[in-house]
């Protein structure tokens, strides 16, 4: 009877694997290390302090930009969610036919196309809006956040949907039901793991955008990311790393919320 391969046996497997977690984290841990640094240099040791986390804090200008950074993510997780949550259904819930491959390759072309293309089309479609509507609000930044995390979110629903028994849903249908009241009764209560693993997935996306946010935002709307990339072209302080070290525990946290929601079984 033939062995099934494994990667771990192999020789060497062990050290590389080590390396390059070392050579990944390594740096994230510096980073993190130093934003409890107590001296104003970022590479000299003065001690452990929060003196740059309560800097961070009382500082408006990073407050505005968290807050405008997190009102920008949740509206862009909503609609690209729901948007993505249709579009699986749509595409999963129906025979296969001619053009369905090229609607799946449509929908991920996000994914496919280098982020920059992309910033540089919204860019030139948005300042043409502008000029005939006048309108320079946070709704560009919404649209185009929106448009990037569709496919994010509708990876892991399309995934659930494709792993859910028809039963149920074919038994309503039995009983008379109506495809409303099926995807409310049925589909939505066994798609929600699904649904908010895709939602935090588009709003971690969303929440760290920076090539997109630059190319669209008008003046006065930095996000947390594009405000820090601008304050390190002028002066790096351990403030950044500080901000940095909380935007990377936000991070980790709904990561790890969306691993184990992904995980979770019926």
């Known amino acids: 009877m033939a062995r099934g391969f494994a990667i771990r046996p192999m020789p060497g497997f062990t050290f590389i694997a080590i390396l390059c977690f070392f050579m990944l984290y390594l740096p994230v841990s510096i980073l993190v290390i130093y934003a409890f640094n107590g001296a104003q240099s970022i590479a000299v040791w003065g001690g452990f302090s929060l003196r740059w986390f309560r800097t961070a804090m009382v500082d408006t200008d990073v407050r505005d930009a968290a807050l405008r950074s997190f009102e920008i993510a949740a509206v862009a997780a909503f ?7 249709m579009a699986a259904i749509a595409t999963t819930r129906t025979t296969p036919y001619r053009g369905l491959t090229f609607k799946y390759a449509f929908i991920n072309q996000p ?5 920059i293309v992309t910033a540089v089309a919204l860019l030139i479609v948005f300042s043409r809006i502008k000029v005939w509507t006048g309108y320079s609000g946070l709704g560009y930044l919404m649209a185009a956040h929106t448009a990037f995390c569709i496919p994010f979110a509708y ?5 659930r949907l494709e792993n859910m028994d028809l039963t149920l849903e074919s038994a309503a249908a039995d009983l008379y039901a109506t495809p409303w009241k099926t995807f ?3 589909t939505l209560p066994l798609l929600w793991p699904g649904v908010i693993a895709g939602f935090m997935l588009a709003f971690v996306i969303s929440l760290d955008d920076v090539v997109i946010t630059e190319f669209v935002k008008s003046g006065g709307q930095d996000t947390l ?7 390190l072209r002028r002066s790096f302080t351990p403030a950044m790393n500080a901000i940095s070290t ?3 525990v936000i991070s980790v946290v709904i990561v ?3 691993f184990f929601i992904s995980r979770k079984k019926d």
């Open 155 to 159: 990876l892991p629903i399309r995934a």
């Open 225 to 231: 990311p594009t405000y820090m990339l601008g304050q």
């Open 184 to 186: 409310q009764r049925i």
């Open 111 to 115: 994914l496919m196309v280098p982020e």
């Open 256 to 258: 790890t919320i969306f």
């Open 79 to 85: 609609v690209a969610t729901t948007c993505a949550t």
């Open 246 to 248: 909380v935007f990377l």
